[in-house]
């Protein structure tokens, strides 16, 4: 097993290599602006870093989101692309499942990433395995916290509001994508396809018809 695992949801553009036992190399950079950019190269240095061609590679997986449409859709387009031009399986597994499994929490706890417009979007964990509820999109002051510990990026722009007593991991790291995918997998949990998850309809509509000009 060698599965590449990538995220673009959130401004870290991260890439990670996993042999099924362990994370052989991984490599992230934050950047909000430069997903496309940044994504094949990142990908290029986890392969050299652990000195395995692509061709080896036996499955892709990518971070399914949320997250704003123009980063995610980087992520999940070269999954796809590379998948077909490997001819190997490509998965997405949810953005926010990386954040809750490389938290490491073996107790209720919620992960929430930015989600813009002053909201996050967030979902409950009963650990770092297993998603209970969620996600959502939502302000901050509608989550209900209860009290319990908040991981992720969302925690730390809102601690008024979410700083429920731990804000890392802050981002999706890949290692961690990565690890959660190679378990399933071993496990023979069926993932999903590398499909995106909108919890917004997009900003861009399609125009309406003209509007009739009279004289």
Do not use: N
Not at 36 to 50: K, Y
Not at 99 to 112: D, R
Not at 157 to 179: I, K, N, S
């Amino acid at each position: 097993m060698l599965v590449l695992a990538f995220d673009t949801a959130t401004p870290a553009v991260t890439a990670a290599l996993h042999d099924g036992q362990r994370v052989l190399a991984e490599s992230t950079t934050i950047d909000a602006r430069r997903h496309g950019e940044l994504l094949v190269p990142t990908i290029q240095t986890v392969l050299a870093e652990a000195g395995v061609p692509l061709r080896e590679v036996t499955a892709i997986v990518a971070g399914s989101g949320p997250g704003p449409y123009t980063g995610l859709r980087v992520g999940l387009m070269t999954a796809q692309g590379l998948a077909t031009t490997l001819g190997v399986p490509a998965y997405g597994i949810c953005t926010l499942d990386a954040v809750a499994y490389g938290s490491g929490l073996s107790e209720p706890f919620l992960a929430a990433t930015d989600a813009r417009r002053k909201e996050v979007f967030w979902a409950r964990y009963t650990d770092h395995r297993t998603r209970a509820d969620g996600p959502f999109v939502d302000r901050p002051a509608d989550v209900p916290v209860a009290g319990l510990p908040v991981v992720g990026a969302g925690a730390q722009l809102y601690p008024d509001l979410l700083g429920g007593g731990r804000d890392l991991p802050l981002y999706p790291y890949a290692g961690a994508l990565a690890a959660l995918a190679a378990e399933r997998l071993a496990a023979g949990v069926p993932l999903d396809p590398p499909r995106p998850i909108y919890l917004r309809r997009p900003d861009a509509v399609v125009p309406g018809a003209p509007k009739r000009v009279t004289a």
